[in-house]
């Protein structure tokens, strides 16, 4: 069972990660400061983009029009600690019968 929990925290805290290195490197992009052309870019752009605009995508639909502001990445990151928190907390609770 801790293998169990193990690898499902470790899944969440990659895919936190990944929304972190997703966001920066929106910044940077919409910034100039790596060019977009460059093959490696787009690639690492286009599998973070894969990876996380999936999830995303809902969240944006609910959330309202802030002027330019994306904090869809800020929600889901905040919901996937949440949920983390919370399978440890049920997982102790599980393990060791506490209340």
Do not use: C, H, K
């Not at 977009?36 to 639909?61: G, H, K, M, Q």
């Amino acid at each position: 069972m801790r293998s169990l929990l193990w690898l499902i925290d470790t899944v969440i805290m990659l895919y936190v990660y990944l929304l972190i290195a997703s966001a920066i490197l929106s910044w940077l992009v919409a910034f100039n400061v790596v060019n977009s052309r460059n093959d490696v870019v787009r690639a690492i752009w286009d599998f973070l983009y894969r990876v996380t605009e999936p999830v995303l995508r809902p969240i944006r639909r609910i959330l309202p029009n802030l002027g330019g502001i994306d904090i869809s990445p800020v929600i889901l990151i905040l919901l996937l600690l949440f949920v983390r928190n919370l399978i440890q907390e049920l997982f102790a609770t599980m393990a060791y019968g506490r209340v």
